[in-house]
């Protein structure tokens, strides 16, 4: 008599590296297009990424910064289904805004207009809490 078995071995669950928040922004849209920048290249994000058609990536207003929504933070957005990514920050006179980058698609851009949403955002935790979350 020959036993196969299939079962998968348990895996271990890893603990949490992130804690999530969210929060109420009004979004509008962006383009990588000179008159829309400060930049002299317009593709070239604050902290110096380099933007092209296609990234999930976000802008935010520097009050978010202090909130956690820095460079490289992971963004979920109302009605979006990807996670997009912190890559620049707006101009210091908004307040509590987020820029969704199109690309160069200035219609698409226009078309989303400005909107009021909720956005959840992960937050790294330390070294010393995600200890302490794997024993609870």
């Known amino acids: 008599m020959i036993v196969v078995s299939c079962a998968k071995e348990l895996e271990t669950p890893q603990p949490a590296t992130h804690q999530w928040y969210g929060h109420q922004v009004t979004a509008s849209a962006y383009n990588s297009v000179f008159w829309q920048t400060d930049s002299i ?3 070239v994000a604050a902290w110096g990424d380099t933007l092209k058609p296609g990234m999930k990536s976000i802008a935010v207003s520097r009050d978010l910064i202090k909130l956690g929504l ?7 957005i109302d ?9 620049d920050k707006m101009h210091w006179r908004w ?9 160069k698609d200035i219609q698409k851009a226009r078309e ?4 009021k949403l909720m ?8 070294s010393t809490t995600i200890t302490l979350n794997t024993f609870e």
Do not use: L
């Not at 820095?70 to 979920?76: E, I």
């Not at 956005?119 to 330390?126: L, S």
């Open 79 to 87: 009605t979006f289904p990807d996670t997009f990514y912190v890559k």
């Open 112 to 115: 989303w207009g400005r909107k």
């Open 95 to 103: 307040r509590n805004r987020i820029d969704i980058y199109m690309g």
């Open 119 to 126: 956005i959840c955002y992960a937050v790294p935790m330390d």
């Open 70 to 76: 820095t460079h490289n933070t992971m963004v979920k």
């Open 41 to 43: 290249n317009p593709s």
